[in-house]
């Protein structure tokens, strides 16, 4: 079975400083990642993905996601945060069998002080 | 594209009554989901179709639940009889999938409450 972890349920980040939201993932193979943002009585929204090569994905807004697969982990970042960034991110994985549906984390909810 | 467009936003229902929720996936896409978002459980997949077919219900929570897609541009989720415990926002997604690394679009939601 597939299953996403995010540790942390909020990160505390000031406007301008660089932001990182972790997740970490358990597949069978190799996986499918990706990135959703949901802001208040919003639907999710897709920020980025990664399949395949280049460990290093940028997104949309600025944001950027490193695959690392020594330690099964897909890091969120950005350079410098903006308090619009304010939101709930969503981790999620597929893996590479014929279940087409993601899996995501709990979720982290972020917010950035001006 | 108007998106994936999921009808009603909003929902208030007696416990006991029956819930019919809306979804009008993207025009072309094979696939589609029904999740749960809750604070307890957060986002839960119940049901998803490839090309109007079923594929995995294990996510349904019992009996009371019920998902159907007539056609390539329509779905429904029914509760009946609803509970409070049903309380949740309900999305839809859609993607195309013809090489498995397509990301799912999801729809606005549909906040029910079962008073």
């Known amino acids: 079975a597939q299953s996403v972890a995010q540790p942390e349920d909020q990160v505390n980040v000031a406007e301008g400083n660089p932001l990182t939201v972790k997740c970490t993932y358990s597949v069978s193979g190799n996986p499918y990642l990706f990135w959703y943002v949901q802001y208040p009585n919003r639907g999710l929204q897709f920020l980025l993905k990664?399949?395949?090569?280049?460990?290093l994905v940028k997104g949309s807004y600025g944001f950027e996601a490193e695959f690392n697969k020594s330690q099964t982990s897909f890091h969120l970042k950005k350079p410098s945060a903006l308090v619009s960034d304010s939101a709930l991110y969503f981790c999620?994985?597929?893996?590479?069998?014929?279940?087409?549906?993601?899996?995501f984390g709990s979720g982290t909810r972020l917010q950035v002080q001006p | 594209d108007a998106g994936v467009i999921q009808s009603p936003r909003h929902e208030v229902t007696e416990m006991g009554q029956e819930v019919t929720l809306r979804c009008k996936p993207i025009s072309g896409h094979d696939y589609l989901f029904w999740y749960r978002q809750t604070m307890m459980r957060g986002l839960e997949l119940l049901i998803y179709?490839?090309?109007?077919?079923?594929?995995?219900d294990s996510g349904m929570p019992e009996d009371r639940f019920s998902a159907k897609m007539p056609n390539a541009s329509f779905s429904t989720l029914k509760i009946q009889p609803s509970e409070p415990r049903d309380s949740a926002v309900y999305f839809c997604a859609s993607s195309f999938d013809n090489s498995r690394d397509s990301e799912a679009f999801f729809g606005q939601g549909t906040r029910l409450t079962v008073v």
């Open positions: 179709f490839n090309n109007n077919v079923p594929i995995d």
């Open positions: 990664y399949i395949t090569g280049d460990n």
């Open positions: 999620a994985v597929r893996d590479h069998t014929g279940r087409r549906a993601l899996t």
